[in-house]
Structure formats: C-alpha cells, structure tokens
C-alpha cells in the first residue's frame, strides 16, 4: 500500500498569509495526486487534482505542485473561510489513501 | 449532482447493515462510485471502489471479505452491504463519485453528506 504523510498536521497562520502544505508518498506516484478541503461537519471538497490542476469552481489562491514522491499545496493569502483541514490522496494505485490530514488554524 | 445516503444507525458487533446512496444530477451509468469512510475525529479512509458497469470492484484490506459495494443502473443507487461488523467500523460513510467518465480516475468530485454507523454492544 502507498503510505501518504503529511506535513505539518496543523499550522497556525494569519489571514493574508501564505501557506504551504506538504505531502509525500512512499513511492512514486508520477502526479496522481489530489488535494480536498473539509470543513467540520461536512464532506470534503476537491479543490486541486493530478498534483496542479485546479478544480472548477475553486479559487484561484490554491494552487499544487510537485510529482513523484513529494507534493504541495500553497494557499497564497488566507482568507477566513480557508481555516480548516486539508487532506492530500494518491490516486495511483488501490487501495487509495489518503493523508493524515492538515488542520490550518487562526495565529 | 447529487449524492444522498441512508442506512446508519446504531449496530451490535458481529451484526450486519446496508448502507444506500441516491444519485441524481448526472448519468450515473458512466461513473465510477466509491464509499469513503471517517471515524469521529480522525481522517478519511477509502472503503471500496464500483466501476461504471458493475463487475469490477476494489476493497480496502480492513474491509474485505466482510462488505459488498454494488450498484443498480436503473435505480441510480449504489450500496454498501456490512457483514460481521466490529467497533472500529464506526464512522461517517460517505458515498463519492469518481471524477472519470468510464475510465476510472479514483479521485472524488462530489461527495454525498454522510450517513454515521456505530457499532456498539
């Protein structure tokens, strides 16, 4: 199973800033790689597919990077609604995992 | 789109239940469907995987042998049989639908609100 890790699991920031988040896979996985947002209390919402395309609708703040082993998600000025949990998932190969999760909070 | 489960509740170990989804807003006949569960507090897991037509199906290793996804076309439903379930099954499910036409993406585009199951002597 391909084991995804991310990094940190919880950051504080201030709105206006920009932030980084990362994830790695224990093997590579070219740019099969996704990131979602959740908020409490509901379904997750995808927000950047295959390492760097954004997802329609999602805004354009958000952006991804990185193939291979090593990816980020990169939120370039916080906004208040973006203070919550943000998960990575491989979708390389089953069983699909998911990151442990990055829960982004107020400084 | 949209994607509305049913089903949970409070169940004893060793028992069984049947999780159902209900989509509507896109052809459901083309998409791939996954379950995709989370236990209070804690991060998503992937549960299993049906392909557009039925016959190819994907489970992760801590459910397999024990629940069954499958799908009626005709219906526009996809469910989810729990057999001999135990503690650690307890979480929201999730149904989400794959972002690929026919071929499978085995990224989630739309997810449904959750159904919570507890098992629970």
């Known amino acids: 199973d391909i084991q995804m890790t991310q990094s940190p699991s919880s950051l504080s920031a201030s709105v206006g800033d920009r932030v980084t988040i990362t994830c790695r896979a224990s093997?590579?996985?070219?740019?099969?790689l996704n990131w979602y947002q959740q908020k409490p209390g509901k379904a997750p919402k995808l927000l950047i597919y295959a390492a760097s395309s954004l997802q329609s609708g999602v805004p354009s703040r958000f952006s991804g990077s990185g193939s291979g082993t090593d990816f980020t998600l990169t939120i370039s000025s916080l906004q208040p609604e973006d203070f919550t949990t943000y998960y990575c998932q491989q979708s390389y190969s089953t069983p699909l995992t998911f990151g442990g999760g990055t829960k982004v909070e107020i400084k | 789109v949209q994607l509305v489960e049913s089903g949970g509740g409070v169940v004893q170990p060793g028992r069984s239940l049947r999780l159902s989804c209900a989509a509507s807003g896109f052809t459901f006949s083309t998409f791939g469907m996954h379950w995709v569960r989370q236990a209070p507090g804690r991060g998503l897991e992937w549960v299993a995987v049906i392909s557009y037509d039925g016959p190819n199906k994907y489970y992760a290793d801590s459910v397999k042998g024990r629940f069954t996804i499958s799908r009626d076309n005709s219906e526009s439903t996809l469910d989810l049989q729990m057999n001999s379930l135990r503690p650690e099954d307890t979480a929201i499910y999730y149904c989400?639908?794959?972002?690929?036409?026919?071929?499978?993406?085995?990224?989630?585009?739309?997810w449904g609100h959750g159904t919570l199951v507890t098992v629970s002597s």
């Open positions: 989400a639908k794959d972002f690929g036409e026919i071929t499978h993406q085995h990224l989630f585009d739309y």
């Open positions: 093997q590579t996985i070219s740019t099969y």
